[in-house]
């Protein structure tokens, strides 16, 4: 069984930074990349960013590019999202994921607020 927790959400200013991290438990062979999700209020559930965990390669959603950044640590099993220049409409619940063969593990989630 696989397990994924985030942590590292909170409030922060427009203009600010938040680095969020999300740590891998549990049979996580097979896994293929990770991946964060967002979701505010009264809206779906988008993507954000996707990182390939064999080769590193990283994907971004045309409304992060530029601000947000991906990356993993093999070792720690744990994916970050390095988040710059926040705007409020960035606020949302961030969701981690693991895509592995066996299917998808969503974590719990984080709050992010960007608000003055």
């Known amino acids: 069984q696989v397990q994924v927790v985030e942590s590292g959400g909170g409030l922060v200013q427009p203009g600010g930074s938040l680095r969020l991290s999300c740590v891998a438990s549990?049979?996580?062979?097979?896994?293929?990349?990770m991946g964060w999700f967002r979701q505010a209020p009264g809206k779906e559930r988008e993507f954000v960013a996707q990182?390939?965990?064999?080769?590193?390669?990283?994907y971004y959603a045309d409304s992060v590019k530029g601000r947000f950044t991906i990356s993993r640590d093999n070792a720690k099993n744990t994916v970050y999202l390095q988040m710059n220049s926040l705007k409020p409409e960035d606020t949302a619940v961030y969701y981690c994921?693991?895509?592995?063969?066996?299917?998808?593990?969503w974590g719990q989630g984080t709050q992010v607020t960007v608000s003055s």
């Open positions: 549990g049979r996580t062979f097979g896994r293929y990349a």
């Open positions: 990182i390939v965990w064999g080769s590193g390669l990283p």
């Open positions: 994921n693991l895509n592995a063969d066996t299917g998808v593990t």
